[in-house]
């Protein structure tokens, strides 16, 4: 299958890496400064399954060799999925299936709105990986998993010829006939991570330690689950139970990827994890002060971006 990935940094380009290394057919959809990086460097990866070094990948700049592609991986932050979007129109095809690996669920209608829900298709993935200023990819956890699925359910001729192109690999790719129900669940753990990581500023550990930060923490797991099933969401019986044994599993230095953007002074995903069930919340009547708290002290800090009013 023709392989084309948004972007080549620390989730499609780990990814990406991978079914290269199998002998897939694999773009990357870059930016120009990128494609320099990469025709200098190679796609070049560091992990604890195995190192990876290709020394031309394949990539191209948007509008650059228009053709239908067979599936287009979008791995982008949610702010930049507009921009995404209008990128990759020329590539998508009568065929083509779009995956997306966001956090969240909103995402979905914008991809179905611009491209029809027969050609969106449901995905997520579980990995800690980053980026480095040089362009390396350094992926250091033993969970590197991508799950995908036709998002009623079924097991399409297509959907398997997906799940062939990406069998075989050094990474995890599994076909999920609830990949709705599974994207749901990772949102509502996400959520509830990044929304206490970033209230507290600190790893989960000492949240978890201190008897009115785990409170919160329950408070905060079961205000989202209370609305995600309000608006129709396809939790399983006891998906907040089974969230809140995930969090007190995870190392006791475990940060979210979102406390880490604002430790940057980077913008955050708030509106998109956040924001969108706090629209829900207010169509819905259900009160949400621990997630209300959370998405006001991401919007606080966001404003202060560019005004060095922020503290590190």
Not at 25 to 52: A, C, P, W, Y
Not at 119 to 133: D, N, P, S, Y
Request: aromatic share 6%.
């Amino acid at each position: 299958m023709k392989i084309l990935i948004v972007g080549a940094g620390a989730i499609g380009g780990y990814f990406g890496g991978r079914l290269l290394e199998k002998g897939e057919d694999v773009t990357f959809l870059v930016r120009q400064k990128r494609q320099q990086q990469l025709r200098e460097n190679g796609l070049v990866v560091e992990s604890i399954h195995g190192d990876m070094h290709f020394p031309k990948p394949k990539t191209i700049l948007t509008g650059e060799n228009v053709e239908a592609y067979d599936v287009v991986l979008v791995s982008t932050k949610s702010y930049h999925l507009d921009s995404a979007i209008e990128s990759i129109q020329p590539y998508v095809g009568d065929e083509t299936m779009v995956l997306p690996l966001l956090n969240g669920i909103s995402h979905l209608d914008m991809l179905t709105e611009a491209f029809g829900a027969e050609k969106v298709i449901g995905g997520l993935c579980f990995i800690e990986t980053t980026l480095a200023q040089d362009g390396e990819i350094v992926q250091t956890s033993p969970i590197h998993d991508l799950v995908f699925g036709v998002r009623n359910g079924e097991k399409t001729e297509r959907i398997l010829q997906l799940e062939e192109a990406f069998s075989g690999t050094k990474a995890s790719f599994r076909l999920s006939e609830k990949i709705e129900q599974e994207m749901w669940h990772k949102y509502l753990f996400i959520t509830s991570m990044s929304g206490i990581t970033s209230l507290f500023r600190s790893p989960i550990g000492p949240i978890r330690e201190q008897e009115h930060g785990w409170k919160t923490i329950e408070r905060l797991v079961h205000e989202a689950a209370a609305i995600m099933e309000k608006i129709g969401a396809p939790l399983a019986s006891g998906a907040a139970e089974n969230t809140l044994a995930k969090i007190k599993e995870i190392g006791h230095g475990m940060k979210s990827s979102l406390q880490r953007d604002m430790e940057k002074s980077l913008l955050t995903e708030g509106d998109h994890l956040f924001g969108y069930l706090l629209e829900n919340t207010e169509q819905s009547g259900l009160a949400a002060p621990i997630l209300s708290a959370i998405y006001a002290n991401v919007k606080i800090f966001e404003s202060g971006l560019g005004t060095g009013k922020n503290p590190r």
